[in-house]
């Protein structure tokens, strides 16, 4: 149990609909972020928030959009999507204080099909 | 350049045999910190190991074991008597600190398969 958990674990969508992906953390963390992870290729960060502000957007697209209502949650706000956007799509927390000491902890991830 | 490299995509292995997981890494930084994750199919992500810029001693923990060489700018990772519990992919991972928050720059993974 890391403490990281994400819903839902699978999601099959169409390219009109919106969806959310949520992520909670119960470590006390406010350090929470969001990756992608396309088959074959590299983990990306996309998003970033500290203390419940958005600290970057990897170059993102619009049609992905988070949102940190408090230190243990973190949404993705998914909408008119690509086939392209299917992938696995990790949550992690890491607590700041202690500075770079910390480590990131992941949930288990949401597999996203876009049809 | 912040970058770092798992040259081996896949790596298919007998149980009880070592297997070495090779990772490079570039940095412009004096400070900085090494990862290990570990992927199984589950998909989350698993913490191995930690090491910082300053620590080049060898790490071992049960069958694991990491290999810091900041000369050659690797971090290398070794399973010894691999098992068929150890099939995943592993990441290794550069963490850079700017701005009060951390970000992981992640190799693309190594595929091990062990076998019994």
């Known amino acids: 149990e890391t403490g990281v958990t994400q819903t839902p674990r699978h999601l099959v969508m169409g390219m009109t609909n919106k969806k959310s992906l949520k992520c909670e953390q119960h470590?006390?963390?406010?350090?929470m972020y969001w990756y992608k992870q396309s088959a074959k290729k590299p983990l990306e960060l996309m998003f970033v928030y500290s203390l419940e502000e958005r600290v970057e957007n990897n170059s993102v697209p619009s049609r992905f959009s988070p949102e940190c209502p408090n230190s243990s949650h973190l949404f993705l706000h998914l909408h008119t999507l690509q086939p392209e956007d299917s992938a696995l799509y990790l949550c992690a927390s890491q607590g700041t204080s202690g500075g770079p000491y910390n480590e990131q902890f992941f949930g288990p991830g949401t597999r996203l099909t876009v049809l | 350049a912040q970058k770092v490299t798992q040259a081996q995509t896949e790596i298919s292995v007998v149980e009880k045999e070592d297997v070495t997981l090779d990772c490079v890494y570039e940095?412009?930084?004096?400070?900085?910190?090494l990862f290990w994750y570990k992927q199984p199919p589950s998909g989350e992500l698993v913490f191995l190991i930690r090491?910082?810029?300053?620590?080049?001693q060898n790490e071992i923990s049960g069958r694991y074991s990491w290999n810091f060489q900041k000369s050659t700018s690797s971090f290398n990772f070794t399973i010894t008597a691999s098992q068929v519990v150890d099939s995943a992919v592993y990441f290794c991972a550069l963490r850079v600190y700017s701005g009060g928050y951390n970000k992981l720059i992640f190799g693309a993974g190594t595929r091990l398969a062990v076998h019994p």
């Open positions: 940095t412009r930084d004096t400070t900085y910190y």
């Open positions: 090491r910082n810029s300053f620590d080049e």
């Open positions: 470590l006390g963390h406010n350090a």
